[in-house]
């Protein structure tokens, strides 16, 4: 179903009227649904009470939930933070990281393979580009592809650039405690450090679809990201460690 | 009939499958490139990139803004590069402006003359070339290859004056949701283009020029211009050397006395 908002039936009362009259996202109006694509096109429950069903169309009750069942780390929601952290405390709560979560260094015996903030102060995070796919093997050997993205790049706020004196499309390297590979560094206004804690961190980020071997090589950012499992689907933390970088 | 694209930047992500299109269907070879800081690439416009996705980064007040522009030729009706192409190589067919390649003579005149920086002339052909709006598409029937291509609709191609009625329509629309700078280029600019775009803020933010002139709108007073000093040039000796016999005449004659 193409609706904006999944259950958008909660959000009017048992006539179809919006409990949010200001921002009404559905409302039941002439025997039909108006504003955006309703969740399953069911009546208002005190308009065909027979016919109707509840609105959280995908829980077998047709209610919300408070508990989720059968997670790993608990029923109800709660902040952790990643397993590499600026932070040394979790300020929400006595309880730093997830404890459910996997941690493979601790299982294969390599503590040291977890970066601190004093030697790794920088918040690293990876993602994709729309010109090459996963590992690259089939993008990075097209060339008009390679032509549009030729190398492998860390993209940094221009406050950090200016810490570390690197400029735009300078050569720079990114370490963490795992591993350290070699980027060109885009100095770019939508990276911004921010404050946690009344600390200064900075962030960069770097797509991971290079290898070495293909039309276009370079080194890939899975040298760099820590080998940590979620607690509940086993989906690596690559999203979230901590890094330095330095000019070459 | 007179075909036109519209592209709206507020719809466009910079995916570039334009860029792509563009050298698949034209047989284009890809260009060596380095990443030079930016997610633009290849540099320029070429003889063999005919079309490209500009990056422009703007930071007001902690609000960053990223604009596209796809850059290719704007098929101006009134053509620069039309105006000064020696050999006749250059001409209109319908709104479309093509350059014929067994014409063309390479001179670069054309490369010099666009008002958009859209015709290229290196080697191996050295002849000059640019996006022909996909003629052999177009003329039977289909669209441009990037049209075609683009997956969030903000190329569109058809009737220029049914895009002209979408596109005031669209920049209204910006215009009363949060974009009071959108604005609609190419209507009027060289006696109107055949691309249309659809920018939110000033031409400039976009790499656009801000009022585009054929290259040969002052020709007139150029020559005005070389005809005057041509003629004080050929004057100035005339005039030095009678100034000279005149003072010669006024010395001896007070000498005489």
């Known amino acids: 179903v193409n609706r904006r908002i999944i259950y958008n039936r909660a959000s009017v009362d048992l006539d179809g009227v919006p409990w949010d009259t200001e921002h009404p996202v559905i409302w039941w109006q002439n025997g039909g649904w108006k504003g955006d694509v309703p969740d399953g096109g069911w009546p208002p429950m005190a308009v065909d009470p027979a016919a109707t069903k509840y609105p959280f169309i995908m829980k077998p009750e047709g209610h919300a939930r408070i508990f989720g069942m059968g997670r790993a780390d608990g029923p109800i929601p709660e902040h952790y933070e990643p397993w590499e952290t600026p932070l040394v405390t979790n300020p929400l709560s006595g309880q730093l990281n997830d404890p459910a979560f996997k941690i493979w260094p601790d299982v294969s015996g390599r503590p040291q393979e977890k970066g601190t903030p004093d030697q790794y102060p920088i918040v690293a995070t990876t993602y994709r580009v729309v010109e090459h796919w996963q590992a690259g093997q089939m993008t990075r050997n097209q060339p008009w592809l390679v032509e549009l993205q030729p190398e492998m790049f860390v993209e940094i706020s221009e406050e950090l650039a200016a810490v570390k004196g690197i400029t735009n499309g300078g050569k720079v390297i990114v370490e963490t405690a795992r591993g350290s590979v070699s980027a060109v560094a885009i100095v770019t206004k939508r990276f911004k450090p921010f404050q946690l804690n009344g600390k200064t961190v900075h962030q960069v980020g770097m797509p991971w679809h290079w290898g070495y071997m293909g039309l276009s090589t370079g080194d890939s950012a899975n040298i760099l990201t820590p080998h940590v499992g979620d607690a509940n689907t086993m989906i690596p933390e690559f999203k979230a460690f901590l890094c330095n970088i330095r000019k070459v | ?257």
């Not at chain 2, 920086?117 to 000059?128: I, L, Q, S, Y």
């Not at chain 2, 054929?214 to 007139?220: D, E, I, K």
């Not at chain 2, 005339?238 to 006024?250: A, H, V």
């Open chain 2, 1 to 257: 009939m007179a075909k036109a694209a519209l592209v709206d930047f507020s719809k466009c992500t910079a995916c570039r499958g334009c860029q792509v299109a563009c050298k698949s269907w034209n047989d284009h070879l890809a260009e060596e490139t380095h990443n030079e800081g930016t997610y633009e690439n290849p540099p320029e416009l070429s003889a063999s990139t005919w079309t490209r996705i500009e990056f422009y980064e703007f930071g007001n007040n902690g609000e960053v803004q990223w604009h596209f522009r796809k850059h290719q030729c704007m098929h101006c009706t009134n053509a620069s590069c039309e105006a000064v192409c020696p050999s006749g190589a250059i001409s209109h067919q319908g709104n479309v402006v093509i350059i014929d390649q067994d014409i063309c003579i390479g001179c670069g005149y054309c490369v010099m003359a666009c008002p958009f920086d859209a015709v290229h002339n290196e080697p191996p052909r050295g002849t000059a070339r640019k996006c022909w709006f996909c003629f052999d598409r177009v003329s039977e029937g289909y669209e441009p290859a990037c049209a075609k291509t683009c997956p969030t609709g903000a190329i569109k191609f058809g009737e220029r004056d049914e895009l002209l009625t979408i596109a005031h329509a669209r920049v209204n629309s910006l215009k009363s949701n949060g974009h009071p700078n959108a604005r609609l280029y190419g209507e009027n600019e060289m006696g109107g283009l055949q691309w249309l775009y659809i920018i939110d803020g000033r031409p400039s933010e976009f790499g656009l020029p801000e009022s585009p002139q054929l290259a040969t709108h002052a020709l007139a007073s150029q020559w005005v211009g070389g005809l005057i000093t041509a003629g004080v040039l050929a004057a100035i000796p005339f005039w030095l050397l009678f100034r000279r016999k005149r003072e010669m005449e006024e010395s001896s004659r007070v000498g005489g006395e």
